[in-house]
């Protein structure tokens, strides 16, 4: 037969160790309904503070509030239950019937009463004895010489007065207590010793709920702390990142004039611009800002439904050029190549305005094929440079009267930027 475990609640289902948590259970709950059960009650203590818990629920609660999360189960160390035994151990009350059957017993120890020695000295040269003498001094509690000879004198019939008087060590002998009334002074003991118990338990809990809100507030400060720390690693690293940027724009801006100059003298004309270019710079920056406030104003105007005004020269060659090289992402070497060759039709063009060699190319031609014209975009940007295709003979033609030199500047920069700019055609 296998041998109970536990006791459960039949009302409520609970599950309690003994049969002191079943009657505790019972007084808080009303429930009388009780049974052994063959199932132990969970035990799941922890390994840092040794604290019981009887269910996942409490083990989590414990590990949210004090962090620990390392339990071991004891649950199969829970002995049997012996229900006589238990029974047995309430009826006597937590041994108040041995605690009343002791202080029934005890008997205090008897000594000689402590008096006046002076007065005791007094009364033995009147010629009264040592015994009556000191019972009249212990009886009648004075130093006063006549009352003592009073007293004596009063008691003069007392068969007891000449005897040897001894009194209980510590005091007057207390009256015996009767059994019941020595179980109500055990009772009351216990009661009182009870209630130092709970009153030291809530010490303890108070003690205990001090610690968990210093150690919750600890906890709250370290974590306050790795935040700030978090915060400040992403601010300094914000920081390196923008003077990385401000580096590497540093750089970028000293290779784009270092490739203008270049660009400039392939062309055949001095590093520094002449009056005459830079004034067509600042025209082309004038109609770039005019060109960008047109197009913050036709986003406007597409939200009214207006017509939106034509893009300029400068954006559809850079589109071109962006076109060219997305479609042919994976071949870089063949898109420099294919960069190069135009710069040096445009270059060649605004050296020698008036050859016409540099202003016929042969569509057909093999190199030119293999350079340019077999390239998504090739044909149709050296058209927007001012070459006219004439599909009859196979050529692409610019009349001396078509070269605008300022539109083959800016197509060359163009060139130049795409070829200089990593990030060109890629966001």
């Given amino acids: 037969m296998a041998m109970a475990k536990s006791y459960v609640c039949g009302d409520c289902g609970s599950m309690l160790r003994n049969l002191k948590e079943a009657q505790d259970h019972g007084e808080i709950t009303g429930h009388s309904n009780f049974s052994e059960s063959e199932e132990a009650v969970l035990t799941l203590v922890c390994l840092e503070c040794r604290k019981p818990c009887r269910s996942a629920t409490e083990k989590a609660l414990h590990t949210q509030r004090t962090g620990h999360s390392e339990f ?53 040269e009147m010629g009264f004895g040592l015994n009556r003498a000191t019972r009249a001094i212990h009886f009648t509690g004075t130093d006063n010489l006549e009352q003592a000879v009073t007293w004596i004198v009063e008691h003069e019939a007392d068969a007891d007065l000449d005897e040897v008087l001894l009194v209980p060590k510590g005091g007057a002998k207390k009256p015996k207590l009767s059994k019941e009334e020595a179980k109500e002074k055990a009772a009351e003991l216990v009661l009182k010793m009870k209630e130092k118990s709970e009153k030291d338990a809530r010490e303890m809990a108070k003690l205990q709920e001090q610690e ?14 790795e935040v700030d720390q978090e915060r400040a690693r ?13 580096a590497a724009t540093a750089r970028i801006k000293v290779k784009l004039e270092e490739d203008r100059i270049d660009r400039r003298r392939k062309l055949g004309l001095p590093d520094e611009y002449t009056p005459e270019e830079l004034a067509k710079i600042e025209e082309k920056a004038r109609l770039k800002e005019e060109a960008e406030k047109a197009k913050k104003g036709s986003s406007g105007e597409h939200r009214m439904g207006l017509k939106p005004k034509p893009i300029t020269l400068q954006v559809e060659l850079r589109n071109l050029l962006v076109g060219l090289k997305q479609k042919h992402k994976d071949e870089g070497d063949r898109v420099t190549k294919a960069f190069n060759t135009i710069l040096t039709y445009l270059g060649n063009i605004v050296r020698s305005p008036a050859e016409e060699k540099y202003r016929k190319i042969n569509l057909n031609n093999a190199a030119f094929q293999a350079r340019l014209g077999s390239l998504t975009g090739g044909v149709d940007f050296l058209v927007k440079c001012g070459f006219e295709k004439d599909d009859a003979s196979g050529f692409l033609n610019m009349s001396e009267a078509q070269v605008q030199v300022d539109v083959l500047n800016l197509a060359g920069g163009e060139i130049t930027n795409a070829l200089s700019n990593p990030f060109f055609g890629v966001l």
């Fill in 72 to 124: 071991v189960d004891k649950t199969d160390e829970q002995g049997a239950v012996n229900t006589e035994a238990e029974m047995k151990e309430l009826r006597t009350e937590q041994g108040i019937e041995e605690a009343a059957e002791k202080m029934d017993t005890d008997e205090p120890e008897m000594v000689a009463p402590t008096v006046n020695e002076d007065l005791l000295k007094q009364l033995e």
């Fill in 234 to 246: 992403i601010v300094e690293w914000r920081k390196r990142e923008k003077r990385e940027e401000a």
């Fill in 212 to 225: 968990r809100i210093r150690s919750g507030k600890e906890l709250a400060k370290m974590k306050n702390a």
